[in-house]
T-cell receptor, first 116, second 115 residues
Framework: GENVEQHPSTLSVQEGDSAVIKCTYS??????FPWYKQELGKRPQLIID?????GEKKDQRIAVTLNKTAKHFSLHITETQPEDSAVYFC???????????????FGQGTILTVHP | GAVVSQHPSRVICKSGTSVKIECRSL??????MFWYRQFPKQSLMLMAT?????????EQGVEKDKFLINHASLTLSTLTVTSAHPEDSSFYIC???????????FGSGTQLSVL
């Protein structure tokens, strides 16, 4: 099955700095890669996602890059703010459009702390 | 986005009792729902895939007789934790795949504490 590794486990930055979180995956059949932000006791919130037919996607201060050959993808947050502090999870899902789509394998999570 | 309702949000029960958790899609039909479990400070782990009108598919290591899943309609899936024990204490959360555009939406989660 799929295995997703996420690094770092904790990340501390100063407000205004950039934050980068990296993930690798093992299953070449995975072709959908979402990133979630989760606050304590709450549901994961989708912040950005990317499909394997593109290499980069950006939404304001958040961007995701995908290297399908190397099987890794990264989350980039620029101009970080204290309210960005949360746990971030990457995930991978196989076969968008297929019956297995939606079965997410999550990374271990990154605790991001943005200091004012 | 779609609305996925999950109840209860928090439950405390005695060891040996059974607990039912509901996951309901409020504004769309969901042919497939997924159940995840998240222990404190850990990641979300897929437990099972729930398909409307058929038996759930369980991930390796998940006991199907302990975690009963019923997906009797296109808007409701239930997870019953039978004979709960303290080690079952966890955050249980469902996600729903829409039939139309394949977007995924999470329920609000259920914090189960077994005493």
């Amino acid at each position: 099955g799929e295995n997703v590794e996420q690094h770092p486990s904790t990340l501390s930055v100063q407000e205004g700095d950039s934050a980068v979180i990296k993930c690798t995956y093992s299953d070449s059949a995975s072709n959908y890669f979402p990133w979630y932000k989760q606050e304590l006791g709450k549901r994961p919130q989708l912040i950005i996602d990317i499909r394997s037919n593109v290499g980069e996607k950006k939404d304001q201060r958040i961007a995701v890059t995908l290297n399908k050959t190397a099987k890794h993808f990264s989350l980039h947050i620029t101009e970080t703010q204290p309210e960005d502090s949360a746990v971030y999870f990457c995930a991978a899902s196989p076969n968008a459009g297929g019956t297995s789509y939606g079965k997410l394998t999550f990374g271990q999570g990154t605790i991001l702390t943005v200091h004012p | 986005g779609a609305v996925v309702s999950q109840h209860p949000s928090r439950v405390i029960c005695k060891s040996g009792t059974s607990v039912k958790i509901e996951c309901r899609s409020l504004d769309f039909q969901a042919t497939t729902m997924f159940w995840y479990r998240q222990f404190p400070k850990q990641s979300l782990m897929l437990m099972a895939t729930s398909n409307e009108g058929s038996k759930a598919t369980y991930e390796q290591g998940v006991e199907k007789d302990k975690f009963l899943i019923n997906h009797a309609s296109l808007t409701l899936s239930t997870l019953t934790v039978t004979s709960a024990h303290p080690e079952d204490s966890s955050f249980y959360i469902c996600s729903v795949k829409t039939a139309i555009n394949e977007k995924l939406f999470f329920g609000s989660g259920t914090q189960l504490s077994v005493l």
